[in-house]
């Protein structure tokens, strides 16, 4: 469960200082699987950050499945984020490393003499067995999004954070991605919020926020 509460966030842009969040509060249910709409601008990517960690608010509490993570220090802030996953609308796959090593790549710096049981299962429900010893560069975008989510759920995440995923893909890839996705959060009891710019792709989700102004309009 998430439950923000008067989060306020400010950021200098140039010489002015930008209002992005004033007091802004919110509850995600555990296990919900939200939908985040809204124009250019209005900050969607930098609410992801506040929430993964990367960022921190000026005042306001962010709690993330019990955790307080506004009042986290640097350490604990490093240690949580092992423990989210993140999905880009850009990959950020590795181009000289193969499928199976970026997907396993952040797991082994996270857990070095942990084995990873879950791989071959994952790999199976994304459709990318027959492509773990592959290049990125040799890879469709819905594949390699794919990996993506892979590397995302090998931590075995309690929080997913997406950030239009589907940016650089067509429709039917787009659904592809998002029913994967969403379904596999699902069966893992996962909370995702994803943000996206296609009204379509809202249907897979439970609910569906719109910021605009700071604030959401649902
Ligand atoms: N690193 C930064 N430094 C200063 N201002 C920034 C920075 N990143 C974003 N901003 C500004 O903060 C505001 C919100 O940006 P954000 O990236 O959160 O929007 P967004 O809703 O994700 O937009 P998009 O749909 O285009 O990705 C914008 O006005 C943007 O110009
Ligand atoms: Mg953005």
């Known amino acids: 469960m998430i439950s923000v509460t008067n989060l306020c966030f400010r950021r ?14 919110f509850e995600i249910a555990a296990q919900e699987q939200l939908a985040l709409l809204g124009d250019s601008g209005s900050g969607k990517t930098t609410l992801l950050h506040l929430l993964a960690g990367l960022l921190s608010p000026n005042s ?14 640097a350490q604990q802030l490093a240690h949580y984020r092992r423990k989210i996953g993140l999905i880009f609308q850009h990959y950020q796959l590795l181009d ?6 970026n997907i ?23 459709g990318l067995t027959n492509k773990l010893n592959k290049l990125p ?31 650089n893909l067509d429709q039917s890839r787009s659904h592809q991605v998002v029913e994967m996705l969403t379904s596999l959060c699902k069966q893992r ?11 379509q792709l809202t249907r897979y989700f439970d609910s569906v926020k719109v910021l605009a102004n700071g604030q959401f309009n649902d």
């Open 137 to 167: 560069s040799q890879l469709s975008g819905g594949e390699q999004q794919r990996v993506g989510i892979a590397r995302a759920l090998l931590n075995q995440p309690k929080l997913i954070l997406a950030d239009e995923p589907t940016g």
């Open 60 to 73: 306001g509490n962010i709690t993330v499945n019990n955790a307080l993570i506004s009042s986290y220090n």
């Open 189 to 199: 009891k996962i909370n995702l919020i994803m943000v996206t710019h296609s009204q």
């Open 104 to 126: 396993l790549f952040q797991h082994k710096l996270n857990n070095p003499n942990k084995a990873h049981s879950e791989l071959n299962d994952l790999v199976e429900q994304l």
């Open 12 to 25: 200098q842009d140039g010489d002015q200082l930008q209002t992005l969040f004033d007091n802004l509060s």
């Open 96 to 101: 000289c490393l193969t499928v199976k090593q």
